[in-house]
């Protein structure tokens, strides 16, 4: 649960462009998979989630892919916009209830 | 409703001090959990709490650190001797944890700097 892998690390984008973020994981016994959102100094928040008996989860422009053969996914932001600048981090809940984060991505859209 | 409800947001001791962090999970959470976040660094799990029951520590450091939920009251996350290495910002999360529905969410962390 705790070998969580997110690329990249940082991901620049002009306004209006989609931003595809990656993750991996290795427990294959994990079964939910929420994103959040963390702005400088405050606290994260959780923007969508996955659980392992869906593939793919839309809400209008951020979407997430769950590849559970694979062990991987991925948030998708389309028609990106300066406030969607932000450090963005991907978990996986194991079967015990904890959440293991990745190290994040810093998201920067310029206008 | 109040979210989680962490205090206080900054708090500066010295080495040797002793720090105490609070945690007050959202209305009908009886779950919680302490993070640890370096700058620029992911989220760390350190230990997951039920009422009056520790639940997982298997992320807390081994001396130094100790946690709480007590019957009545806030969630503490305590560390003695603080060292410089211990400043980090500290996020408390709450759930209900009641059969799928374990979305966790976070108070606004304390920021512990040791001097």
């Known amino acids: 649960g705790e070998n969580v892998e997110q690329h990249p690390s940082t991901l620049s984008v002009q306004e209006g462009d989609s931003a595809v973020i990656k993750c991996t994981y290795s427990?294959?016994?994990?079964?939910?998979f929420p994103w959040y959102k963390q702005e400088l100094g405050k606290r994260p928040q959780l923007i969508i989630d996955?659980?392992?008996?869906?593939g793919e989860k839309k809400d209008q422009r951020i979407a997430v892919t769950l590849n559970k053969t694979a062990k991987h996914f991925s948030l998708h932001i389309t028609e990106t916009q300066p406030e969607d600048s932000a450090v963005y981090f991907c978990?996986?809940?194991?079967?015990?209830?904890?959440?293991?984060f990745g190290r994040g991505t810093q998201l920067t859209v310029w206008p | 409703n109040a979210g989680v409800m962490q205090n206080p947001r900054h708090l500066v001791r010295r080495r040797g001090q002793e720090a105490r962090l609070r945690c007050s999970p959202m209305?009908?959470?009886?779950?919680v959990y302490w993070y640890r976040q370096l700058p620029e660094e992911g989220l760390k799990f350190m230990v997951y709490?039920?009422?009056?029951?520790?639940?997982?520590e298997s992320g807390m450091p081994k001396e130094r650190f100790s946690a709480e939920f007590p019957k009545e009251g806030p969630s503490i996350l305590r560390i003695q001797q603080v060292v410089r290495g211990d400043s980090a910002a500290y996020f408390c999360?709450?759930?209900?944890?009641?059969?799928?529905?374990?979305?966790?969410?976070f108070g606004s962390g304390t920021q512990l700097s040791v001097l």
């Open positions: 999360a709450s759930s209900r944890l009641t059969g799928n529905d374990e979305k966790l969410f």
């Open positions: 427990d294959s016994a994990s079964n939910y």
């Open positions: 996955i659980r392992s008996n869906v």
């Open positions: 978990a996986e809940r194991d079967v015990w209830g904890r959440l293991y």
């Open positions: 209305k009908g959470h009886s779950h």
């Open positions: 709490l039920q009422k009056e029951n520790i639940i997982d």
